[in-house]
Every structure is written in structure tokens, then in C-alpha cells.
């Protein structure tokens, strides 16, 4: 049996004889990872700059529509860390059982504060993308512009003692274009989807950059001020917009 991504000394299993779930949840998505690595020629940064350890909020931007910065990014922080990131997903995984099932296998937690409070004072790693939706959701045209970051980071690090790895993500914005933000508040306060160019991924060349950790200088009693939680996260949105300003820059064209 041959396996390409055999590390060394690592224990090369019989397929035959493994249960659907390890096979579901564990080989293929395995397999699935390191080719999208591949495909995506994926460059990684600053992986000195996450904690092994103590309650950690990875704090990303958010684009694409598909969730694969989502699913890359805990795939990478996993085989960096040893660590099992729990990731803040959209409600819409959990509406059914058939999609709650599978997202709860792969570690993805409905976003939500109470969530996030129990994984961190837990100590756990959590991926928990500020921007929400209105990031992952937005049209391409504002590609690489970070939307509005929501407070509830802030308030959560300062509940928790939880330490702020700002984390930039490029490439997600050239694999899948979104044509259009739709807007179905009418029907379910608050929901917005996109509308899709493409389905198949493109080959845009990803990089994931990990800043240095942000340990906030205040404690719990500061989660009832709103203007200091307003002020905190538009400083990080906005040290997170200069850098990926900068990044983009660099780079030049997301494919080449």
C-alpha cells in the first residue's frame, strides 16, 4: 500500500480494515487537506507565533463563501499546534441534523458567545472569524476589504484571559468569486447568502500569515464597557486592514 503523505516513523494504516467514520472523518478529509494544500500552493507564516497551550481565539478574516479558509486554516492550526481547533461556524450547519452531524465531526461549534465562553475557559484553541457572514458573504468586488468587526471577541478574550492571534487569510477571495450579497431578512432576521460565480475552486495561491498574540491588558470587568470593546476591535480591524493592504500589494496577482 502506497501513501504519499506518509510522515517519517508514522504507521501506515490498512484502509480496508477502518470504520466509515474513521474514514469519513479522519482519512479523507486528511487526503482532502494535503491536496488542497497542494492545489493552492499554500504558503504558511508566523506558525512560532501559536500557543500550545491557555485559551487561544485565532482571529481571522473572512471571504470566499465556500468555508475553506475555514476548513484550511483548522487543518493547519491542527497539524501546527496538536491542537483541535474548535471552529465558530454559521447557524445554518446545525439547522438539520444531516449537516450538524458531519460539521460537529470536523469540530465546528454554532457560533455563538455561551460556545465560545465554555471552549475557552476549557483552555481550548478557537477559530472565531470577527467579521461573521458579512465577511464571508460579500460580493467580490470588496475583495480584501474586512467588513465590520463584530465585539464579541473582545469580549470573550476578556472573560476568559484569552489570548487574540490575529490571522490573515489570502487567497480564499480569488478561489471562489461571489457575484452578489442577497439579503433574506424578510424571511429570518439577519440572513444574508451569496451568489456564487463558481462552485469549483480556482487555482488562486493561498497564503496563511499568524501575528503575534495580543494579550489585553483589562480583565472581566471590563466586558460591560462598550465603547473600550468598540475601540479594541476597530484597533486590531484596522492593523489587520494595513497589513493585508500590504500583503495584497506584494503579492500581485492571485494566481501566478
Known amino acids: 500500500m502506497i501513501n504519499f503523505f506518509k510522515k517519517p516513523n ?4 490498512n484502509v480496508s480494515k477502518l470504520d466509515a467514520d474513521t474514514l469519513l ?12 494544500k497542494k492545489y493552492f500552493r499554500l504558503e504558511i507564516e508566523g506558525i512560532e507565533n501559536l500557543p500550545l497551550k491557555g485559551p487561544v481565539i485565532i482571529a481571522p478574516n473572512h471571504s470566499g463563501f465556500s468555508g475553506f479558509d475555514a476548513l484550511i486554516l ?7 499546534t496538536k491542537r483541535i481547533p474548535r471552529v465558530m461556524t454559521h ?10 452531524l458531519p460539521a460537529q465531526k470536523m469540530g465546528f461549534i454554532e ?3 455561551e460556545n465560545g465562553i465554555t471552549l475557552l475557559k476549557k483552555n481550548n484553541l478557537v477559530v472565531l472569524f470577527p467579521e461573521g457572514e458579512q465577511g464571508n458573504f460579500k460580493p467580490s468586488t470588496k475583495k480584501y476589504q474586512l467588513q465590520e468587526f463584530k465585539r464579541g471577541f473582545i469580549r470573550m478574550a476578556l472573560e476568559t484571559d484569552a489570548v487574540i492571534v490575529p490571522t490573515l487569510i489570502l487567497g480564499a477571495e480569488e478561489t471562489h468569486i461571489n457575484l452578489q450579497q442577497l439579503k433574506f431578512s424578510k424571511f429570518l432576521r439577519g440572513l444574508v447568502l451569496p451568489l456564487p460565480l463558481n462552485i469549483l475552486p480556482l487555482p488562486a495561491k493561498w497564503k496563511i500569515i499568524f501575528e503575534k498574540p495580543i494579550d489585553l491588558p483589562f480583565g472581566p470587568e471590563k466586558i460591560d464597557d462598550r ?6 476591535a476597530n484597533e486590531i480591524q484596522e492593523s489587520m486592514q494595513k497589513k493585508l493592504n500590504k500583503e495584497v ?8
Not at 25 to 36: A, D, S, T
Not at 74 to 80: D, K, P, R, T
Not at 91 to 100: D, I, Q, R, S
Request: aromatic letters at 20%; one cysteine or more.
Open 10 to 13: 508514522e504507521k501506515i494504516f
Open 25 to 36: 472523518y479522519k482519512v479523507f478529509p486528511r487526503f482532502f487537506m494535503e491536496l488542497m
Open 74 to 80: 483548522a487543518y493547519v492550526l491542527q497539524q501546527n
Open 91 to 100: 447557524h445554518l450547519w446545525f439547522l438539520t441534523e444531516k449537516t450538524a
Open 111 to 113: 457560533a455563538s458567545y
Open 227 to 232: 465603547e473600550l470593546c468598540i475601540d479594541l
Open 249 to 256: 500589494k506584494k503579492r500581485g496577482s492571485g494566481y501566478l
